[in-house]
């Protein structure tokens, strides 16, 4: 189907572990971005990549890694999850790095 | 520094009256202003933007912004609410010179029957 897909949709880890978000969007747009959003916060972005293999830091990249070997994908990694990152994280696509389209989320806690 | 602020954290408005979703803005040069919708549960949805030209902008679902410059505002009205249209909404900003967007912090608007 297109659109843009994200996995899992729920997560429950525990502190210190690598945990792999997963975003793939089959519109081949060129820009893909990754948000946190929390209450009181709005959406934060987190990283963002304007094509494949350039990426670039958002306003909170501090514990977070991303990649992107292939336009479609764009995973978001926590290397060493800690309770702060208990968040939900979107996954959006956009074509010329305006209109964004957004995923469904993917709602992360931290144990 | 590019920000926006929605200075209402929550608005309540009655079936069939006018709403209003307020939003500013702090850009260093001219500004793309887009509005968005989230529904429980779901990611944000697109309704409208401004680009350039016409100061009244129209989107999805009846609603329509309003760009006014001198008071560096963009907010969100519709004439006649529905309890469907509530939601949180997101105001957001992109300078010319970025490529990213810079969110609010999302006002919840309640439409009562």
């Known amino acids: 189907d297109a659109g843009i897909t994200q996995s899992p949709r729920y997560k429950i880890t525990e502190t210190g572990r690598q945990v792999t978000l997963m975003c793939h969007q089959t519109?081949?747009?060129?820009?893909m971005f990754w948000y946190r959003q929390d209450l009181g916060h709005g959406l934060r972005l987190i990283y963002y990549?304007?094509?494949?293999?350039?990426?670039d830091k958002g306003e909170v990249p501090d514990g977070y890694v991303v990649s992107r070997s292939k336009t479609e994908n764009f995973p978001l990694t926590l290397e060493s999850a800690t309770r702060s990152q208990t968040s939900v994280y979107f996954c959006a696509s956009s074509p010329v790095a305006d209109e964004q389209y957004f995923g469904p989320g993917t709602r992360l806690t931290v144990t | 520094a590019q920000s926006v602020a929605q200075p209402e954290d929550q608005v309540n408005v009655a079936e069939g009256n006018p709403l209003t979703v307020k939003c500013t803005y702090s850009v260093s040069g001219n500004p793309y202003l887009f509005w968005y919708v989230q529904y429980p549960n779901r990611g944000l949805q697109f309704l409208l933007k401004?680009?350039?030209?016409?100061?009244l902008v129209k989107g999805s679902y009846g609603f329509e912004a309003e760009f006014n410059k001198s008071q560096t505002s963009f907010h969100l009205k519709k004439p006649s609410a529905l309890v469907s249209d509530s939601a949180l909404y997101f105001c957001?900003?992109?300078?010319?010179?970025?490529?990213?967007?810079?969110f609010g912090t999302g006002t919840r608007l309640q439409v009562f029957p």
């Open positions: 990549s304007a094509a494949a293999d350039i990426t």
């Open positions: 957001a900003v992109r300078d010319r010179s970025a490529d990213k967007l810079i």
């Open positions: 519109w081949s747009h060129s820009y």
């Open positions: 401004y680009i350039t030209g016409d100061n």
